[in-house]
């Protein structure tokens, strides 16, 4: 079978602009900018937020709207980093039952993403 190579994220957005200023203090770079749309990449990730004024932002639909969970080397050091920039957070960085050490973020329109890190050993 074949292997995944990297992780892509697609969300549709109200603003190109603001969503690219709050991945940037999450360590992500523009990459590209066609019409309409902005890639960011950090790593081997890659967010590609496309402009799409009439979406119903997802902080509207009352659910949970968690689109991705990336998984780092150093949650802590990540955690802090953010913080510096000012990010804000749900919660601190916990050791979740799962072997999970994880915090939670929102996007500015309300998509969720949690990064974490394995505890479980090799």
């Known amino acids: 079978m074949s292997t995944i190579l990297q992780n892509h994220y697609v969300l549709a957005v109200h603003d190109l602009d603001v969503h690219a200023a709050f991945l940037e203090k999450l360590g992500f ?3 590209d900018r066609p019409d309409g749309w902005v890639f960011l990449q ?3 990730c890659m967010m590609m937020f496309g402009e799409c004024k009439d979406a119903t932002a997802p902080a509207e639909l ?3 709207s968690y689109f991705a969970y990336l998984r780092v080397d150093d949650v802590d050091a990540y955690y ?3 913080k510096k920039n000012n990010v ?3 919660d601190e ?3 979740k039952p ?3 050490r994880e915090f939670a973020l929102r996007l500015p329109e309300g998509h969720r993403l949690t990064i ?5 050993g090799e």
């Open 98 to 100: 799962w072997m999970m």
């Open 62 to 64: 009352g659910d949970h």
């Open 93 to 95: 960085p916990s050791t």
């Open 29 to 31: 770079s523009v990459v």
């Open 80 to 82: 802090n980093e953010i």
């Open 88 to 90: 804000p957070t749900f």
């Open 42 to 44: 950090k790593d081997n």
């Open 116 to 120: 974490g890190q394995w505890m479980g």
